[in-house]
């Protein structure tokens, strides 16, 4: 059986297009909506495909109306975006999300699934990287042979304990450096992580028509052009050398993204 794996797609057709992997079964960890400009053919998407999806914490956020502050980084994209997102969704598009659970167990091609979004401890909001370690501390009680989980927008696979955990990375938002789409596929116990370059200037260009606000409009565009943050300056530009790369051309660790305030909202 060959299982497709997306998640974070943030309303980003454009790059969702881009993965045209074959697929028995296709499993969404969530985030469908929010950052980008065009949350209604995203979750149109999972509707018509049956991807069997879960809820993350940008589709329960959208959907509740819960009320996010932030003057930078991600967070402050995801209060940009959040009321243009309410206005783009459908009465459906909203019962679709609001139904979606929090956590999954399926067993498939005799291998038992746990999806979630974010981690089995907090579905929709723990922030968990490529650590064992701290993957097999969650896993405790768990008899899994695959636990999916998305939020990071980081790709990795890697064993904890008797568990293969799996991070397909972001379809739709990337924060690593390299603006192509992430996802991955299962078939037979094996994992392979893949990559897509899809038509970035067309999600630019998707941003630009939308009703998001100036400066969220030109910082989603330069996340989409390099695959990660990069704050502006007092002149409404991008710091750097002005093609959002830092002058000595290396991308920042992920620690300190997450100390400029980059990790998802």
Known sequence: MRILVVSDLHANPSALAAVREPFDVCLCLGDLVEYGPDPGPCVEWARQTGAITVRGNHDHGA?????????SGFRYLTMAT????AERLSDEDRRFLAALPTSRMLKLDGKRFLMVHASPRDPLDEYVGADP????????GLHVDFLLVGHTHLQFSLQAGRTTVVNPGSVGLQRDGDPRARYAV????????KQA????????????DSPI???AKKLLAEVY?????????????????????????HAKSDATAREVGERPA
């Open 213 to 215: 606000e100036p400066t």
């Open 225 to 249: 052009r390099i695959g990660r943050y990069v704050p502006l300056n007092g002149n409404g530009h991008v710091n750097g050398n002005g093609h959002g790369t830092p002058a000595n051309g």
């Open 63 to 71: 959907v509740q109306g819960v009320d996010i502050q932030g003057v």
């Open 186 to 193: 299962t078939e037979d116990g094996r994992v392979e992580l």
């Open 82 to 85: 959040r009321r243009a997102t």
């Open 133 to 140: 370690a701290a993957w097999e501390a969650r896993l405790g």
């Open 197 to 208: 370059a899809y038509d970035v200037e067309a999600a630019v260009a998707a941003v630009a």
